[in-house]
């Protein structure tokens, strides 16, 4: 089965900078990868999906890129509303794989 | 909008049964492919197995398949977890969650609030 796997673990940055959570898979998967947001103590929220193409209603400061094995999600100015742990996942093909998650705080 | 209420967790003692429930509102629930996924305390995410709108399709994380069997009821807007032989890992909290087609497994636009497994003894 195909692994995802996501860096940093955590991450801390001050409010307004650029953030960039990486997320690889053992072997191709074309752009079949979407990204979730956990905010604490919520369920997960669809951000991006296609590796690139933003849900509905996500602000625009959230941007997903890459296709193949590496892929990336990119906070573009850090709010506090951002604070959350966000992971990939795959669906290539089943079993539908989550990256470890990355967990995003306020410096 | 959207409503996807979990049911049926609890505590269970290792090597017994449970049954889970999902009840869906909001959408047309026979339109859409469905999924269970779990996350264990403090941990991540799991996909645990998902359901094609007609049930034609069906698939299962290897950490469960043998043991745990999902199907749905679309006259009832339901879908279900049985889970037999259950374990302590398989302790969590279980989502029920949407799919964005119907004959395909992709990503999971619309989440239930879960509901807790946990299996002691």
């Known amino acids: 089965d195909i692994q995802m796997t996501q860096s940093p673990s955590s991450l801390s940055a001050s409010v307004g900078d650029r953030v960039t959570i990486t997320c690889r898979a053992s072997?191709?998967?074309?752009?079949?990868l979407a990204w979730y947001q956990q905010k604490p103590g919520k369920v997960p929220k669809l951000l991006i999906y296609g590796a690139s193409t933003l849900q509905s209603g996500v602000p625009s400061r959230f941007s997903g890129s890459g296709s193949g094995t590496d892929f990336t999600l990119t906070i573009s100015s850090l709010q506090p509303e951002d604070v959350a742990t966000y992971y990939c996942q795959k669906y290539n093909s089943a079993p539908l794989t989550f990256g470890g998650g990355t967990k995003v705080e306020i410096k | 909008e959207v409503q996807l209420v979990e049911s049926g967790g609890g505590l269970v003692q290792p090597g017994r049964s449970l049954k889970l429930s999902c009840a869906a509102s909001?959408?047309?629930?026979?339109?859409?492919?469905m999924h269970w996924v779990r996350q264990t305390p403090g941990k991540g995410l799991e996909w645990v197995s998902g359901i094609s709108w007609n049930s034609g399709k069906k698939d299962y994380a290897d950490s469960v398949k043998g043991r745990f069997t999902i199907s749905r009821d679309n006259a009832k807007n339901s879908l279900y977890l049985q889970m037999t032989s259950l374990r302590t890992e398989d302790t969590a909290l279980y989502f029920c969650a949407k799919d964005t087609i119907s004959n395909w497994f992709r990503f999971f636009d619309s989440w239930g609030q879960g509901t807790r497994v946990t299996v002691s003894s």
């Open positions: 072997q191709g998967i074309r752009n079949f």
């Open positions: 909001g959408f047309t629930f026979d339109d859409y492919a």
